[in-house]
């Protein structure tokens, strides 16, 4: 077996982005708004079927950007996964609002509608939702409960750019869906995000926090003669150079997801014979959703065999990681939220999850010797 490294993770490069960056840097415009936040925006806006898209910095400002658009304050409840990442509640504490930890389905990792039921009180706000590995939570359920206690549903879609709960793109079925172009996504542009919105009067206000508070926007499109302080905000609007890169990505979107699907469904073809044997639960997709082959991952029946899996393929050159630490276990958590009922199903997937190497030109050869390593290790 070869012994050369099979990293985690590598970002994709697309053909169109030097030039696009060299136009940009060629230019007098290298700050946002230019004509490539413009395409990337579009591009964006005909994968998602999404009304209206707004290019930002990172997922974790489009986050924030909803809690403003929200208005979350001090006297407000947000319910979140435990397992999660830190901006999917640090950016509505940031709010002064409080994070419920509410517990996962293990057959998914996703938010369980029914332990949001079964937290939410009358200070319930809104409920921040992650499409785990871009595969789609259970949004028919969820948007049930939002519509009969009135709140709103924020979707964290950072995994899940091109990914679809029964025909309807994820990001679009909530009042607000963020997304994450970091250099570990499978599109990136090192660092930036997006913002998606269906309703009319909250992309006007998106619009002015995004820019500082001001209405530049407008004044962009000829609406304003001058911009002004409006509102609220930030500087959430990436710059031209970021644009530039994620324009050159969307244009292959199509083309990376073919290439990273392989690489999932070689997995998923090669593994379920040791999985049955070994009593390892392997990634899962239900049928009525489409994934985004953003993560693999597999399951070991406790944590100290999953700890001797990933030792065993770093020893043979592979990096597999596990992933989120539970949020209502952390520090910030036990500090800034609130944990009604025990979130066991997040602790127990959070210390047997193992991801697989996954990008777009990682070869057959290694993704073999992936394979190859973990078939030959005893569970």
């Not at 939570?137 to 029964?166: C, K, P, Q, S, W």
Request: include cysteine.
């Amino acid at each position: 077996m070869s012994t050369d490294r099979v990293i985690f993770s590598r970002p994709y490069r697309a053909r169109r982005e030097l030039p696009n960056l060299e136009a940009v840097l060629r230019s007098d415009h290298s700050h946002g708004d230019g004509q490539f936040t413009a395409s990337a925006t579009e591009k964006l806006k005909a994968i998602t079927d999404a009304p209206h898209a707004l290019l930002t910095t990172s997922c974790t400002s489009a986050l924030e950007m909803a809690g403003l658009l929200l208005e979350l304050g001090p006297d407000d409840e947000v319910i979140v996964p435990s397992f999660a990442f830190t901006s999917t509640a640090t950016a509505m504490a940031l709010r002064g609002a409080t994070c419920v930890f509410a517990d996962i389905d293990p057959a998914t990792g996703n938010l369980d509608p029914e332990s949001v039921a079964a937290v939410v009180t009358e200070r319930t706000k809104a409920v921040v939702v992650i499409h785990y590995g871009g595969v789609g939570a259970d949004m028919d359920r969820l948007l049930e409960l939002a519509g009969t206690h009135g709140f709103a549903i924020v979707e964290d879609n950072a995994h899940g750019l091109g990914g679809r709960y029964r025909g309807r793109a994820l990001g679009t079925l909530g009042s607000l869906g963020t997304l994450s172009f970091h250099d570990t996504k499978n599109v990136h542009c090192g660092e930036g995000g997006a913002l998606l919105l269906t309703d009319e009067i909250l992309m006007a206000r998106a619009e002015i926090i995004r820019e500082k508070g001001t209405d530049r926007a407008r004044f962009l499109r000829g609406a304003v003669d001058k911009y002004s302080w409006q509102d609220i905000g930030s500087s959430y609007l990436p710059s031209e150079l970021n644009a530039a890169v994620l324009d050159a990505q969307l244009d292959e979107f199509d083309t990376i997801q073919a290439a990273r699907h392989r690489v999932w469904d070689a997995y998923a073809a090669a593994l379920p014979e040791w999985a049955a044997r070994n009593d390892v639960r392997l990634m899962t997709v239900p049928d009525d959703r489409e994934h985004t082959a953003h993560l693999y991952y597999l399951r070991t029946p406790t944590e100290e065999r999953r700890d001797d899996l990933i030792a065993h393929l770093r020893a043979l050159g592979i990096s597999a990681p596990f992933h989120y630490i539970p949020l209502d276990s952390s520090p910030a958590g036990l500090k800034l939220g609130r944990t009604p009922m025990p979130c066991v199903r997040s602790a127990e997937f959070s210390a047997t999850v193992v991801r697989l190497p996954l990008w777009p030109d990682l070869t057959d050869d290694q993704v073999g010797r992936v394979v190859e390593a973990i078939t030959d290790f005893t569970v």
